[in-house]
């Protein structure tokens, strides 16, 4: 198989791995950092981790290729972390949870289909190549959802909300697509009136 093959519609592979992102890199910090789950949870509570607690979670490696909506695709990214499968059983969300929207330090979000959130591949990564993140990459926490435009791999994440109702993120606000699939090239919003390819 070659490369290519592999590639995603109108993808390509860049030298290094870009750091993209809207806005300020958040400054961690560790006493007052915590990571939340709310919204639509089974027990109707809200839960909230430590730093040292999050990093006290059973943990899973993932290797997976990084596709940027501006079409890098980054091949191999090895991660490590805590897998969404784990969240969800620390945190289980209500049988009508149909969404989630993933937040971040300054209020950057994105939303995911909970069975997108669940992929077997979806993690919250701590680690990246076997380095613990920079502050560029996401660190100490990201969201990383490797068979979805990588806007959706929400870097520097403090919070993940259950949602019974679908909302749009930030990026799905303006203009980019709800879904997110880079096979189908669900690029733009304006796809989804499209009929699917
Ligand atoms: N908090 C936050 N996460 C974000 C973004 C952002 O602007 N803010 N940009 C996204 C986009 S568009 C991309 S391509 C990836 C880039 O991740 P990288 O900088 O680690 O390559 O982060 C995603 N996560
Ligand atoms: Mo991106």
């Known amino acids: 198989m070659g490369p290519d093959d592999r590639l995603p519609p109108g993808q390509y592979v860049p ?3 870009p750091v993209l992102h809207y806005g300020p890199v958040p400054k961690f910090r560790p006493d007052t950092w915590d990571l939340r789950v709310y919204g639509a949870t089974e027990s109707g509570r809200e839960y909230a981790w430590t730093w040292p607690q999050v990093q006290a979670m059973p943990r899973a490696k993932v290797s997976a290729d990084f596709h940027c909506v501006t079409k890098f695709t980054v091949p191999d990214v090895g991660w490590e972390g805590v897998l969404t499968a784990m969240l969800v059983e620390l945190a289980p969300p209500a049988d009508d949870a149909t969404h989630v929207m993933v937040w971040a330090d300054y209020g950057y979000s994105a939303n995911l289909r909970m069975i997108d959130f669940l ?3 979806a993690l919250l990564a701590t680690h990246q190549g076997g380095e613990p993140l920079t502050p560029d990459h996401g660190a ?20 993940i909300e259950y949602l019974t109702v679908d909302r749009r993120g930030f990026w799905e606000e303006r203009g980019y697509h709800n879904i997110a699939d880079p096979w189908h090239e669900q690029r733009y919003s304006y796809q989804e009136d499209e009929p699917p390819a």
Not at 150 to 156: I, P
Request: charged letters at 30%; glycine letters at 4%.
């Open 15 to 17: 030298r290094g791995w």
């Open 119 to 121: 992929d077997d591949r």
């Open 140 to 159: 100490p926490l990201r969201m990383v959802v490797p068979h979805l435009y990588a806007w959706k791999s929400v870097k520097w994440v403090r919070a």
